[in-house]
């Protein structure tokens, strides 16, 4: 009845309303990862662009425009659909304070939790016009912000590195990770096939970690899926962000052969939720090109891993942990003993 009455109220408003105002209604009713957050974060970081200069918000533990020697540990968390980047952010303060719990020194830990805004973030909001945004759900997939300056989201997450590898700031750093869940899932495991400039933090001995829970789909680098797949039926399933073909600039001077062996060196740890496992659950993508990776997380899952260690049988440092009695739930995935081993080396995780 709740959902009958929202769509009668959107159909009775409809002829009073202009076409661009009765699709964004719509998509709300729909999608509710297309509605304003609720929080921007009020710290900004600057980009310098050859369009100009642009700033982008996160969420960040400490005052890391000031030396910090004592830092040994950075966290990059993404966060999903909803972009509520604070929510993610204490997810990670809880991660922190479970794998102290454990033991773990977590005191020199630098949390950061960015925060990809989409234009319709700024309705009835009073923001500068230099902080970033992106069409709808278009930083997932690396593509470029509309305003104020073509960034791809990836270039964010490479000027976070910069920042990180500079050993005027962080003389003493040690371990770099990023850590996603579902739709920052996704970002994670596609930045870890895409990016450039974590080889800074390799060259000064850095061990660079990427965690990535519960995607909706993975890159793949060939058309080679679990189950043969209808091209004509399927199009688009071997398009980026589900394979190499038509991929965004920032990727694009790259040859998939050369993502895939730099992809294949990274230290990657998959984790999903033994119960997330409902081919309908509400957040997971359904496209066909998705549904060409397996029916469910879980099986889209292992499907990959099973891909990836049969095209290099000589062996990855990638695994995969299925976490017993978990759903689709970002804090409970990213406070697991498989995430807090990832993330900070506790103990306790069982393959």
């Known amino acids: 009845m709740a959902v009958f009455g929202a769509l009668a109220s959107l159909g009775a408003f409809g002829a009073m309303m202009p076409a661009s105002a009765q699709a964004a209604t719509a998509a709300h009713v729909y999608n509710p990862h297309l509605r304003p957050v609720s929080q921007i974060s009020d710290t900004r970081m600057r980009i310098d662009t050859p369009a100009g ?44 304070d479970a794998a102290r719990a454990q033991g773990a020194d977590t005191a020199g830990t630098l949390l950061i939790a960015p925060q990809f805004l989409a234009t319709l973030d700024f309705a009835g909001r009073d923001e500068p016009a230099d902080l970033l945004r992106w069409h709808e759900n278009g930083w997932m997939a690396g593509e470029n912000a509309v305003a104020p300056a073509p960034v791809s989201s990836y ?80 199009p688009g399933f071997d398009d980026w962000k589900y394979g190499m073909q038509k991929r965004p600039a920032y990727l694009a001077d790259r040859t998939p052969a050369q993502l895939e062996a730099a992809y294949v060196k990274r230290r990657v740890q998959y984790l999903v939720g033994g119960n997330d496992n409902d081919p309908r659950q509400k957040a997971l993508d359904q496209s066909c090109p998705a549904e060409a990776q397996g029916p469910q997380r879980v099986a889209r899952a292992q499907a990959y891993v099973h891909y990836l260690q049969a095209r ?40």
């Open 53 to 96: 200069a642009a700033e982008f918000a996160l969420y960040v533990s400490r005052d890391w425009a000031q030396p910090q020697p004592e830092v040994t540990r950075a966290i990059i968390v993404i966060h999903g659909k909803l972009r509520n980047a604070d929510t993610y952010f204490h997810s990670a303060e809880q991660a922190r």
């Open 312 to 351: 290099h049988p000589e062996g990855i440092d990638q695994r995969l942990d299925v976490v017993p009695g978990v759903g689709h739930n970002g804090a409970r995935m990213l406070t697991s003993a498989c995430a807090l081993a990832a993330m900070y080396d506790t103990p306790g995780c069982t393959p």
């Open 155 to 234: 270039a964010v997450l490479d000027a976070i590195v910069a920042r990180l590898a500079d050993r005027t700031r962080f003389p003493n750093l040690r371990h770099v990770i990023f850590a996603g869940h579902s739709g920052g899932g996704q970002v994670v495991q596609r930045y870890a096939v895409a990016a450039r400039e974590t080889g800074a933090l390799a060259r000064d001995g850095i061990d660079v970690r990427y965690v990535v829970s519960s995607p909706s789909s993975y890159a793949y680098f060939d058309a080679t899926r679990p189950e043969p797949v209808d091209a004509n039926a399927c």
